[in-house]
């Protein structure tokens, strides 16, 4: 079976096919995926579930063309082969509290698996942090951290340092406005890329 697309994540993976068949399997072990047919009706369970995470299933049932039971049966499966996730809600934080939001690039001072594992299980622990993405390149981690204040996020970045985890530098940005924030997937435009390998 060739792979064409992958997609990977700490715990999941999802893989587009040559032939657009969906796999998705558990851990970083591509080797034995289990195979899922998600269908166009899946697909569009999906994307209104991730635009409309409360609706209800008689509406959802309605919106897919399928009867509720149907529909909830498709649900549950998403749900137990971890393709949904989780359900949350989008807090306005401008609307709790005045705040900052800071982006992070960080650069550790060693490169081994040890050295990234123990920074990221670091990061985890902290609270301002509310995403933490490991890159390629120049740097090694970004981080995006909400803060009450430039004194809070300057307290943030002495922690950094101080984890002991090998951090070599940090270079600092303060986010002036949100143009995109990410919401959804359209899942279309990852169909449409496998197709257009065939």
């Given at each position: ?34 195979v899922i047919k ?26 897919v063309g399928l ?7 498709r649900v549950r ?122």
């Amino acid at each position: 079976m060739q792979v064409d697309r992958v997609t990977l994540c700490r715990e999941f993976f999802i893989a587009l096919t040559a032939n657009g068949r969906i796999i998705c399997g558990a851990g970083n072990d591509r080797s034995k995926p289990y195979v899922i047919k998600l269908d166009q009706r899946d697909l569009k369970i999906l994307a209104i579930l991730q635009g409309e995470g409360r609706i209800s299933n008689r509406d959802l049932a309605a919106r897919v063309g399928l009867s509720p039971s149907s529909c909830l049966l498709r649900v549950r499966r998403l749900e137990k082969t971890r393709v949904i996730r989780a359900y949350h809600a989008r807090v306005d934080v401008s609307r709790v509290a005045r705040s900052i939001q800071c982006v992070a690039m960080v650069k550790l001072a060693r490169h081994g698996s040890g050295a990234f594992q123990a920074f990221a299980a670091a990061v985890r622990q902290l609270p301002e942090v509310v995403e933490c993405l490991m890159l390629s390149g120049q740097y090694d981690f970004m981080i995006k951290a909400i803060c009450r204040d430039i004194e809070r996020y300057n307290a943030l970045n002495d922690r950094l340092l101080a984890l002991g985890v090998g951090v070599d530098s940090i270079s600092s940005y303060v986010v002036m406005e949100e143009s995109k924030t990410f919401t959804t997937v359209d899942l279309s435009t990852l169909n449409e890329a496998a197709t257009d390998d065939e």
